[in-house]
Structures are given as structure tokens and as C-alpha cells.
């Protein structure tokens, strides 16, 4: 990844190979500025892995995943994110749109709110310096959320087989 261009995923000139249907096993991002973006125009990407220090936004288009996906921040407001895989995200996460579906999600965010909309895991873990907030469903086996300001899960379609959670601060 290089980034060079518009920081768009299927732009080939970001990349060294661009990584598209199932071309390439794992994809590795260093550092630099913005975000990668993963839009419709890429069509449908199938890797084992994706590891980026930059943080990824999806706004359409399908990516999915065998093993995991690691990321210093996570914006989704289109498109699909899914497979046998992991999610693992140490910043922002913001999920307007779209739709995760994975064997587990791991979200960290040291301050401010998380917010997601459609979420689908054997496990997911919300731990947010901010409140837990959500637009739409979220099923799971397992749901733990340690936040400083609250978590709210009022969404019908919900489907939570066990529920632990901590408020370390104000909210409910």
C-alpha cells in the first residue's frame, strides 16, 4: 500500500498489487496519512487477512475475510465486511451503514462513542471511552461492553444469547 494516489482501495496506483476478487492471500498497510477506503467500485475482494495501521472506511462493495482484519480505526457507511474472521479495531469505530458479519468482533476506542448498526458475531466485545450506542440489530452469542457513558442496546431484532457489562462513569 502506498497510498500515493486517493487512498482508495481500488485505485491501482495505491497499491504494489492491487488486491481484488481473490488474488492476494493478505494484505498488509503501513503507515502514512488518511484512511483507506474500500468502495462499490472495488466489486467483491476475498483475502485471508488485512492488517493496517491506517483506519479503514467501507462505503460499499463486499470484503471477506478467512482469519482477520486488524486496524487502528473503522468507518462503515455501505458494503459488507464478512467471513470466518476476526475484527479487530484499537481507535475509532463508527458503523452507520452496511453490515458485519464475522466469527468475532473486538472494538477498543480509549475515547469517545462507538456506534454501530449491524453487527453479527459469535463474540463481540465494545469497550469505549464514550457511550455504546446503536442504529440497528445486534446478534451474538456473547456480548460484553465496558463503557464511561453508558450503553444503550433498544433496537428490536436484537438477538443476545448472554450479556456482561460495566459503566464506569455516567449513563445507564
Known amino acids: 500500500w502506498t497510498g500515493a494516489v486517493d487512498n482508495r482501495w481500488g485505485n491501482a496506483g495505491n497499491w504494489d498489487a492491487l488486491p481484488d476478487a481473490s488474488n492476494v492471500l493478505a494484505v498488509a498497510i503501513g503507515g502514512g496519512t488518511g484512511k483507506v477506503v474500500y468502495d462499490a467500485a472495488v466489486g467483491t475482494t476475498t483475502l485471508q487477512s488485512v492488517s493496517s495501521a491506517l483506519p479503514l472506511m467501507l462505503t460499499g462493495g463486499a470484503l471477506s475475510v478467512a482469519n482477520s482484519v486488524t486496524s487502528s480505526g ?78 444503550v442496546l433498544s433496537i428490536t431484532g436484537n438477538r443476545i444469547g448472554s450479556f456482561q457489562a460495566s459503566n464506569n462513569g455516567t449513563g445507564d
Do not use: W
Not at 470466518?84 to 452507520?96: N, T
Not at 466469527?103 to 475515547?111: F, P
Not at 469517545?112 to 458475531?121: K, M
Not at 446503536?134 to 464511561?148: A, N, Y
Open 74 to 151: 473503522f468507518e462503515q457507511t455501505g458494503g459488507s465486511l464478512a467471513g470466518a474472521g476476526s475484527l479487530r479495531v484499537d481507535g475509532g469505530f463508527s458503523q452507520i451503514g452496511g453490515t458485519l458479519a464475522l466469527g468475532s468482533i473486538d472494538v477498543t476506542r480509549a475515547s469517545g462513542n462507538v456506534v454501530f448498526s449491524d453487527l453479527s458475531a459469535s463474540t463481540i466485545s465494545i469497550d469505549a471511552g464514550g457511550a455504546i450506542q446503536q442504529t440497528g440489530p445486534v446478534r451474538t452469542t456473547e456480548l460484553k461492553t465496558s463503557s464511561t457513558a453508558g450503553t
